[in-house]
């Protein structure tokens, strides 16, 4: 009998290894624990793991409300962002208790790098204050957690680095209506003189740092992909292969490229959705850990390369690859709930939307003709999925539901143009893409049309409620903490994604027919189909109001419907008894719709 994961299992599998960082010996990286919800600080060193976080302690950045860059290694210490007042501590490596280093009073913290030079760290400020958007700056906390104004007066700020001479930094930054993956300045400052901009207009520049010779390098999109540019006084790409180099950069303190001391690179890239890694030396590229399909938070230390990875068949692993000989090692994490021969694997698929063509991953499960298929609709919308071992849609595979992961047109990893086609499309593109999936699929054979269900979380969500209200596709669905009025979305969320809608939609007020046309509420009439909702009470991005309003709407008009809300729950369920919850609801609840007959 083939081996299957129930609810409790699939959560517990989806522990998550979240950023890392490497020097002098020492890996720090952070373990997210579905268990409680907290996230944990372990340190790698002469062949053991122990673990750095006391109880009571969560590290994790709540800056532009999905935070990154949560901590920094610095000698012998460790400074990090606590969740629960979101001050920056600091931790010795000896097992003592944390101490309180810096931050203001409604302040919030992350992209941490330490300045060795300068004895001091660098971060993300976002100071809140009632009645107002919060106020960001990039600071300075001297050796006695001394705050020092770094930059101020543009919207938003991310990604400080220093280079190893201390003679240089520099830093992104950008303001509304911009988010950080349609347009952003790159500031080079020398000597401590005034910054200078040296790259901006029609580009989204981020993750700069400093190769071994001083020169700044960054990922640009100005050609059409993110990749690596070297920005001196002529400014040019460097040799790299022309595909996406990282993905939106929703959280901070990202790394999809880092140096060595010789001035090789080790960069990751997107190949028709798979990731790669690969080391530069000028035009030679060598290929490497081929097993694994998804990379981030690199991270050198002398010649190895550290990475969070992941594969078809396993989960986030911590690896450590020797620069000289290839070698992959694994340190942490990567251990499969269940054996290879029962993970269902994806494999690649495109198809055609009129003109168009969208992609993403298909897991059909073993020995069952036309099953029941449930579409995956990834939230962002700017972001993507990866053809990486999941457990929830493991739980589907096994029992007898087939999943397309769909990466919608607006999505991540497949360049510029493609990333830009949601622009104005928000719910037109991306709902034509989930639908055409299903008639697609069953014109193969692979699966049956009839039995057809959409699923997403927060956009996803509203990409869900669109589907149903306004195409008959989908036998039901369910919606995450998803979006069924964008107007009111617009007015209630945060900063970071004020402007968001305009670029996804339009301006609220010119557009304003636009919006109607496309909001789930006022079209609930349009939905004759079952529905199940999720939702997190104290979510600041799509409020509990939004939820609760589609489903009064759909139960006044007598439409099957279920409502599950979760107290203590944000953005992103994090805690494992409502991740199962939810989990084995939703099951529950298309198996009820598919297996009826």
């Not at 990893?413 to 719910?427: C, K, P, Q, T």
């Amino acid at each position: 009998m083939r081996t299957t994961l129930d609810a409790a299992q699939a959560v517990a599998a989806s522990a998550d290894f979240t950023e890392l960082a490497a020097a002098a010996g020492i890996l720090a990286y952070g373990r997210f624990d579905p268990a409680d919800g907290a996230t944990r600080l372990w340190l790698h060193r002469d062949g053991r793991a122990t673990c750095l976080t006391p109880d009571g302690y969560s590290v994790r950045s709540r800056v532009n409300e999905y935070g990154g860059g949560t901590f920094c290694l610095a000698g012998h210490a460790v400074f990090f962002v606590n969740e629960s007042d979101q001050a920056i501590y600091r931790q010795e490596f000896d097992g003592s208790a944390p101490v309180r280093f810096g931050g203001i009073d409604g302040g919030r913290y992350g992209d941490l790098v330490h300045d060795a030079v300068h004895g001091r760290v660098l971060a993300v400020e976002e100071h809140h204050a009632d009645g107002a958007f919060p106020t960001h700056r990039l600071v300075a906390f001297d050796g006695s957690g001394a705050r020092r104004v770094v930059a101020e007066g543009d919207d938003f700020y991310a990604s400080p680095c220093v280079s190893r001479d201390g003679g240089a930094m520099a830093w992104i930054a950008w303001s509304r209506p911009h988010q950080p993956w349609t347009r952003t300045r790159l500031l080079h400052q020398v000597d401590g003189q005034p910054p200078r901009i040296v790259a901006h207009g029609d580009e989204a520049v981020q993750q700069p740092g400093f190769d071994a010779r001083g020169r700044l390098v960054a990922l640009t999109d100005r050609d059409g992909w993110w990749r690596p540019w070297r920005f001196t006084d002529r400014v040019e790409p460097l040799p790299a292969p022309t595909a996406d180099h990282a993905g939106a950069p929703w959280q901070m303190g990202t790394h999809t490229w880092v140096g060595l001391d010789d001035g090789r690179l080790f960069v990751t890239w997107f190949d028709q959705g798979f990731g790669r890694l690969s080391l530069l030396d000028g035009d030679t590229r060598t290929d490497l850990a081929p097993s694994y399909t998804r990379f981030r938070a690199l991270a050198v230390d002398g010649g190895t390369l550290y990475a969070i990875a992941a594969s078809p068949t396993r989960p986030s692993t911590v690896l450590a690859i020797d620069a000289a000989t290839g070698k992959v090692t694994v340190v942490a994490g990567g251990e499969a709930p269940l054996p290879d021969a029962c993970i269902t694997v994806p494999r690649a698929i495109s198809w055609p939307v009129g003109e168009a063509t969208a992609r993403g991953f298909l897991y059909l499960p073993e020995g069952i003709e036309r099953p029941p298929l449930v579409v995956f609709v990834h939230g962002g919308p700017t972001s993507a999925t990866h053809p990486v071992f999941d457990a929830r849609i493991q739980f589907w595979t096994g029992r007898g539901f087939a999943v397309a992961d769909v990466n919608y047109r607006g999505s991540t990893g497949y360049g510029r143009a493609y990333r830009d086609a949601l622009h104005a499309a928000w719910g037109v593109a991306d709902v034509d893409d989930a639908c055409a999936v299903v008639p697609w699929l069953a014109s193969q054979g692979l699966v049956d049309p009839a039995r057809a269900f959409i699923r997403g979380s927060s956009a996803g969500g509203y990409t869900v409620l669109c589907a149903l209200a306004f195409r008959d596709v989908f036998r039901g669905g369910g919606s995450l903490y998803g979006v069924s009025d964008p107007l009111a979305l617009g007015r209630a969320t945060h900063k970071f994604e004020a402007d968001y809608l305009d670029w996804l939609i339009g301006d609220p007020v010119a557009d304003e027919a636009r919006y109607r046309e496309r909001t789930p509420l006022l079209h609930a009439d349009g939905i004759d189909v079952p529905v199940i909702f999720f939702q997190g009470l104290r979510d600041a991005v799509v409020v509990p109001e939004q939820t609760e309003s589609m489903v009064a709407a759909l139960r006044a008009r007598g439409v099957p419907c279920e409502y599950h809300a979760y107290p203590d729950e944000r953005h992103g369920f994090r805690q494992a008894a409502n991740l199962a919850h939810a989990l084995e609801h939703e099951h529950a609840f298309y198996a009820r719709l598919a297996f009826a007959d």
